[in-house]
């Protein structure tokens, strides 16, 4: 469930989880605030990894939140992430067939969890069907990369960063644009959004790449890039922000249904 990361990948993997799930507050707030995530009195968050979006949701909601993930590996790391929070419980599981009896949960929440799911359809079924009638399914963040826009363009890795690697490890870099299918097809009743109204400053997007650059060296290596390529790309990225002039965008998309 971590993607067949090395040691080294999963330690990077998990530190950009707990940067985006920094860079994404902002993002992601409006969203529990609209769907009325502070009257749930007892919530399911699906596929928490390392529980900092987790934590965020506990922070919203005066209920209890269970939080389940499939991988043992980040359910360690969440353990301590959460020790400090009280009205969480976490388990391990899959997402495809949820430990829980049908209609339990006030609402059910969900963060980057469909992108790299083997079913998403099968998943949200699964959402649906352990929320109350009533209640409410909630996707906050799903990316589609094919409306990614970059600039100035670098052939040879400008691809690699709108979803070939995500494709390549098992995931569907154009879940966005499938959100309101998943969820109609769930019989939900639903509204989606654009989560990422926001385009990031060059400082931004700087302070982002520095802070996840071994990370995406690792991308780029397990795309079969060398070092010196990498260091040609990176000193042409770094030169564009310098001068003020680079630009990056892609949409991050939210649904929210509720249970007939
Ligand atoms: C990109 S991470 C997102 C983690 C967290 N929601 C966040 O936003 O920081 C995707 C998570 O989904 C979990 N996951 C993937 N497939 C799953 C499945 N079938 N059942 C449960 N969890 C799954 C992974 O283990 C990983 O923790």
């Known amino acids: 469930m971590t993607h067949g990361r090395s040691k080294d990948e999963l330690e990077h993997f998990i530190r950009k989880l707990e940067q985006q799930a920094l860079e994404t507050a902002e993002e992601r707030q409006p969203i529990y605030i609209k769907a009325g995530l502070k009257n749930a009195s007892l ?17 919203h909601t005066g209920g209890m939140v269970i939080a389940i993930d499939a991988s043992l590996e980040l359910l360690k790391v969440a353990q301590r992430m959460l020790a400090g929070t009280h009205n969480v419980q976490l388990c391990i599981g899959d997402a495809h067939t949820l430990p829980f009896n049908e209609n339990t949960f006030d609402m059910v929440t969900c963060n980057l969890l469909l992108m790299w799911v083997h079913d998403p359809q099968h998943v949200v079924k699964e959402m649906a069907r352990v929320v109350k009638p009533g209640g409410k399914v909630v996707a906050t963040l799903e990316p589609d990369f094919g409306g990614k826009i970059h600039w100035p ?55 982002s790449y520095m802070k996840a650059r071994k990370f995406y060296w690792n991308v780029l290596r397990r795309e079969g890039l060398s070092d010196e390529e990498i260091e040609r790309w990176e000193e042409h ?15 991050q998309f939210y649904a929210i249904g509720i249970k007939k």
């Open 43 to 59: 919530v399911l968050d699906v596929g928490c990894g390392t529980g900092e979006v987790t934590r965020d949701v506990c922070y």
């Open 153 to 207: 363009p670098y052939p040879g890795v400008d691809e690699i960063f709108a979803g070939r690697s995500i494709k390549r490890r098992g995931g569907d870099p154009y879940i966005g644009r499938k959100l309101r299918m998943l969820f109609v097809n769930a019989g939900l009743e639903t509204e989606v959004g654009l989560g990422n109204l926001r385009i990031w400053d060059c400082d931004e997007d700087k302070a």
């Open 237 to 251: 990225y770094l030169k564009s922000i310098e001068e003020g002039i680079e630009f990056n965008f892609f949409p």
